[in-house]
């Protein structure tokens, strides 16, 4: 059964400052998905990360996947208030979307 | 495009009745998904359509049945509502089965069976 965490589950952090999500997963995939979900809405699509070493970027996120590690990180820089919601992971280990396994997310509070 | 719509937006039923939950979706994906939210539990995947006139079941597909007959629909059925179906319920589609996009998500049902 695929497993995947996410760490911190929650996050406070000021204006500013600089951090790192990390999203571990226990079975071999080569296709990882970042979504954004503010509170009481729907959840968007942030990345999506398809290979070993994929890295992207989009203003201050910035998203990479190590396949070998099972590790995918998503790092903020300079953060600011507009990035406060909560950040999930969702891992794909082959076949489609049916079976894809979210993380139960990491909620960030960015502090002015 | 209006996206993935999702209707009702809120929902109360009482223990034992049924209801359906709309959705569609104007961009011609082919995947369609429907998923429910649990507080520390993330998404779980309830039931999903590779296309029009399949469909397949997730993680927790008991208690819900799904069919698709059009490229555009996809409605979730609850049969007998149980309390424990109190959640949040998202519809999402994306333009290829394989995994290569994200998905659209719609904007979710607030469902609480009393």
């Known amino acids: 059964e695929l497993k995947v965490e996410q760490n911190p589950l929650f996050l406070s952090m000021q204006e500013g400052k600089n951090y790192t999500i990390y999203c571990n997963y226990s079975?071999?995939?080569?296709?990882l998905y970042w979504y954004r979900q503010d509170p009481g809405k729907s959840l968007e699509s942030l990345f999506v990360?398809?290979?070993?070493?994929a890295v992207k970027q989009e203003g201050r996120l910035m998203a990479s996947l190590d396949t070998k590690a099972r590790l995918s990180t998503l790092h903020i820089t300079a953060a600011v208030h507009d990035l406060s919601a909560t950040y999930f992971c969702?891992?794909?280990?082959?076949?489609?979307?049916?079976?894809?396994?979210f993380g139960i997310g990491t909620k960030l509070q960015v502090i002015p | 495009n209006a996206g993935v719509t999702q209707t009702p937006k809120f929902q109360v039923l009482k223990t034992g009745q049924s209801m359906t939950l709309q959705c569609a979706q104007d961009m011609n994906h082919e995947y369609m998904s429907w998923y429910r939210q649990d507080p520390g539990m993330g998404l779980r995947l309830i039931h999903y359509?590779?296309?029009?006139?399949?469909?397949d079941q997730g993680e927790v597909p008991n208690g819900y049945n799904v069919s698709r007959s059009t490229t555009e629909d996809f409605p979730l059925r609850l049969l007998s509502a149980a309390p424990s179906q109190t959640s949040v319920y998202f519809c999402?589609?994306?333009?290829?089965?394989?995994?290569?996009?994200?998905?659209?998500f719609g904007s979710g049902t607030r469902l609480t069976v009393v």
């Open positions: 359509s590779v296309g029009a006139g399949i469909t």
């Open positions: 969702a891992v794909d280990i082959g076949g489609g979307y049916q079976k894809v396994t």
């Open positions: 079975t071999t995939s080569d296709r």
């Open positions: 999402a589609s994306s333009y290829s089965p394989s995994g290569n996009y994200g998905y659209t």
């Open positions: 990360l398809l290979s070993n070493g």
